[in-house]
């Protein structure tokens, strides 16, 4: 069964091809991916690599964890699952309402 790991500390010169050839030398990759800033394109200097079994990945985190790639260190360990974000969109407001008789009113009659 295939193990997805985390690899963090990326250079921003890495490239998907060349982190799936550099963990090819512990196994079979799956997959090789960066993630990127949805707006600039740039990476985030992290992505993920799917080895096809366990004791593959066992072995890339032995050989790159904390060894360079590109000119960084990169932190290599067993993927987590993501973990749910609260929903909404961003922005929360407060439910404590506003105009009248809070702040600076102006020239309401009932703040006569």
């Known amino acids: 069964m295939a193990k997805k790991l985390f690899v963090g500390g990326l250079s921003f010169d890495t490239t998907e091809d060349g982190l799936k050839e550099t963990f090819s030398k512990a196994g079979t990759v799956e997959s ?12 985030k200097g992290f992505g ?14 032995e050989m790159f964890n904390g060894k360079d790639l590109d000119g960084r260190n990169v932190t ?3 993927a987590r699952p993501m ?29 006569w």
């Open 76 to 78: 290599v360990n067993e």
């Open 32 to 43: 090789a991916t960066i993630i990127v800033d949805r707006s600039s394109g740039r990476s």
């Open 83 to 111: 973990e749910p974000r609260p929903q909404g969109g961003g922005f929360q407001r407060d439910n404590r309402g506003g105009g009248r008789g809070r702040g600076f009113g102006g020239n309401h009659r009932d703040n």
């Open 48 to 61: 993920f690599v799917e080895m096809s079994s366990d004791e593959e990945a066992n072995k890339a985190i």
